[in-house]
């Protein structure tokens, strides 16, 4: 709906618990379709892509489906919608003022319209509350198979050891997905496109209003005849394919020739005019191709860049971390490339791990790992705002909080789709206590954050880096602690600041 829908709106506002839609239905009986009752104002009706939702503890919320992006409504903004039904006479004088300057907003904002005498609301676009807790999306990788053998894979695809869920199955995830109220999807593997019913997935997706805002792929599959299917759908979703450095991307692929099919891939997406996202591994052998890796990728017509170091999962842990990149070795090469970076006047919008981001084009940058303002409000904040919104779908059917935690300790204890009702998952299960874990009971349990002066700021850092740094999912993170007791963020002001 864009910035101006804000004031409409209140993302986890304190909401009232009593459920108004019963007065609401005797004011649009009182106002609507009496004998005789002149009507002065055409009644107003939600237009055809929005979607009155709610969920446990966020009850009023409104869904746009062509973006599967959801807001979440106070008392007033969700009452003033109610009313927008097509039929409800909105000269009535029992509508409040209040409810009339909503409407004003909505229709400005092209939220409602004049119902011209058109039917009433679809049925689908009527309030249904969701019995189970809020995720706003579905991080899913429908098969752990794979074309490549990359040396890092978290599935350790090449074995596939993960294997996939069947054609039925997998449509029994998306109707599970539709029944918790989840309207968007990223879609990876494995290599999402090894699928023969990859187009069946995306269309059972598309029938239940659920969106695919991104792609992970490798882009040796990536051609014309997709992008075509792609477009008869009207789906165009961010490509987000992996790119590991200049003269490295076949090695740790495992695949000669990996490197030309991903610049081909761009290529063809970019011509297509396909939005493209990377992300790329770091390590000691990579490490010195970044600047040049990034502005190659900008060349092509990436948009954005996304940079980790590669971590101790998967095949990875055959490298017996002779690759793997400490703290200071990986930042220290961040601040020399952040001068690069700025000079080249901002060339994609990136995000350096927890380290740095910035967008295209701008001089306005972000610390991802400075998560909380330091006030003891944090204490009940979630410990990964991410994972609290953002639910991982292993391609065996098992919630994980995120990729990275794939292989570790955690992954045995989190239940699996297939065996446990998702929307069981979304209201008591183990996953929902972890995604849920507020700071308060990290540092209860985490002395060494505990006594930290950083401890309302970083909150730890992140739990996959926690388990694979410490062994602890309620550990510290050792990357951010650096980051923090180094003073990192005044060496990247400065470099802003000169």
Not at 342 to 369: E, H, N, W, Y
Request: aromatic share 10%.
């Amino acid at each position: 709906m864009g910035d101006s829908s804000a004031k409409l709106t209140a993302e986890g506002a304190t909401v009232s618990k009593m459920d108004k839609r019963r007065g609401i239905a005797v004011y649009q009986d009182a106002c609507s379709g009496q004998p005789g009752r002149a009507r002065n104002q055409m009644p107003y009706l939600l237009k055809e892509f929005f979607l009155l939702r709610g969920w446990e503890r966020l009850p009023y919320a409104l869904v746009d489906i062509r973006r599967g992006s959801t807001s979440f409504l106070n008392d007033s903004a969700f009452q003033a919608l109610s009313f927008c039904d097509g039929a409800f006479d909105t000269s009535c004088p029992i509508l409040f003022p209040v409810h009339r300057q909503v409407m004003g907003e909505l229709l400005k904002n092209g939220i409602i319209e004049e119902s011209q005498g058109r039917t009433r609301l679809q049925e689908q676009q009527k309030y249904r509350l969701y019995p189970c807790r809020y995720i706003r999306r579905a991080h899913w990788a429908i098969t752990g198979k794979c074309n490549y053998r990359c040396r890092h894979c978290y599935l350790s695809a090449p074995e596939s050891k993960y294997g996939e869920l069947s054609h039925e199955q997998c449509l029994d995830v998306i109707r599970q997905l539709s029944e918790a109220g989840i309207f968007t999807v990223s879609l990876t593997g494995g290599e999402a496109l090894v699928r023969p019913d990859f187009l069946e997935i995306v269309d059972a997706l598309l029938e239940r209003s659920i969106s695919i805002s991104q792609i992970y792929s490798n882009g040796a599959l990536i051609n014309e005849q997709l992008l075509d299917e792609l477009d008869k759908r009207g789906v165009r979703p961010e490509f987000s394919i992996s790119f590991d450095g200049i003269g490295y991307h076949d090695w740790i692929r495992g695949v000669t020739g990996a490197e030309q099919k991903a610049l081909d891939a761009f290529r063809l997406l970019h011509r297509r005019g396909f939005p493209i996202g990377v992300e790329m591994t770091l390590n000691k052998p990579n490490l010195h191709t970044l600047g040049a890796t990034i502005q190659l990728l900008a060349d092509h017509g990436v948009r954005s860049v996304k940079t980790s170091p590669t971590t101790g999962a998967g095949n990875w842990l055959n490298e017996q971390g002779r690759y793997d990149l400490g703290a200071e070795e990986l930042y220290n090469a961040y601040l020399d490339y952040l001068q690069k970076y700025r000079a080249a006047g901002a060339p994609v919008s990136i995000m350096l791990g927890g380290f740095f981001a910035c967008r295209k084009g701008t001089d306005q940058f972000q610390i991802p790992c400075k998560r909380y303002d330091g006030s003891d409000g944090m204490l009940r904040q979630t410990v990964c705002a991410s994972a609290r919104t953002t639910m991982y779908i292993g391609a065996d059917g098992r919630l994980l909080p995120c990729v990275p935690l794939t292989g570790s300790g955690l992954e045995e204890q989190m239940p699996s789709i297939t065996e446990m009702p998702l929307v069981q998952a979304l209201s008591d299960s183990r996953y929902l206590r972890a995604i849920d874990t507020r700071l308060d009971e990290l540092l209860d349990r985490n002395e060494k954050c505990r006594v930290c002066e950083h401890r309302l700021t970083c909150g730890g850092g992140c739990r996959a880096g926690a388990l694979f740094t410490s062994g602890e999912f309620l550990g510290c993170d050792e990357y951010t602690c650096r980051f923090f007791k180094d003073n990192y963020e005044e060496r990247i002001k400065a470099i802003y600041a000169s």
